[in-house]
């Protein structure tokens, strides 16, 4: 198995979380440096086309994206511990919290939206970083109201068990604390993600403890 990966890339961040959960350590691994452009590079699109971190290829050369289908797919081939729980209803309600993350908040705030914010739009870094903060805070202070209200809530997102939601949760938090968003008014993510950071699964997957980081 061989993961490419970058520090920074929050999806990535989510797959070095699962990896440690499960006890499973890549073959190789690859880091492809979003902000000098590698992941632009031909090689690169020629194995994953989207351009996006992470890629995870298999033994047998075949390639996964997207961070979600890798845990998944991670949480399926090494079923213990398990990252989903096993109720529907649960199992619904986990996926719920994590979507909201990898697909309401990540994807607006991600380095390429950014990017075209001030490269082709000409935002300065001010309207860009008013933009973070903006929809920052629409999906926190949504997902906060969940998570306060639900008695579903334990000491992690559901119960007093990681699963996927937490995974999606602290490094979207670390990207929050990155640009300086004050995390006041979300007293239960920020009680979860510190929680979550006590945890070796999620310590040792930190952007600053990778090998690329800067």
Not at 78 to 96: I, K, N, S, T
Not at 166 to 181: S, T, Y
Request: hydrophobic fraction near 40%; proline fraction near 7%; aromatic fraction near 8%.
């Amino acid at each position: 198995m061989k993961l490419y990966d970058y520090f920074r890339s929050s999806a990535a961040y989510r797959v070095r979380i699962a990896l440690n959960f499960k006890g499973l350590t890549p073959d190789d691994r690859a880091f492809v440096h979003l902000r000098m452009g590698n992941q632009r590079a031909q090689d690169y699109l020629t194995l994953n086309p989207q351009g996006l971190v992470p890629a995870f290829e298999l033994d047998d050369h075949r390639v996964l994206t997207q961070s979600l289908a890798i845990i998944e797919y991670l949480n399926e081939i090494r079923p213990e511990p398990a990252l989903l729980p096993d109720m529907p209803e649960a199992r619904a309600r986990v996926r719920a919290i994590a979507l909201s993350i990898a697909c309401e908040i990540h994807p607006l705030n991600n380095l390429r939206v950014l990017n075209y914010l001030t490269g082709t739009l000409g935002a300065t870094d001010e309207q860009k970083n008013g933009w973070y903060r903006y929809w920052i805070d629409v999906g926190f202070e949504a997902l906060e109201r969940q998570l306060a209200r639900n008695r579903e809530t334990g000491t992690y997102c559901h119960g007093d068990t990681p699963t996927l939601a937490d995974i999606c949760l602290v490094p979207q938090l670390a990207n929050a604390r990155r640009f300086k968003i004050d995390l006041t008014p979300y007293p239960t993510l920020v009680r979860i993600e510190a929680a979550c950071n006590k945890l070796p699964a999620f310590a040792l997957a930190a952007p600053a403890r990778q090998p690329d980081a800067e």
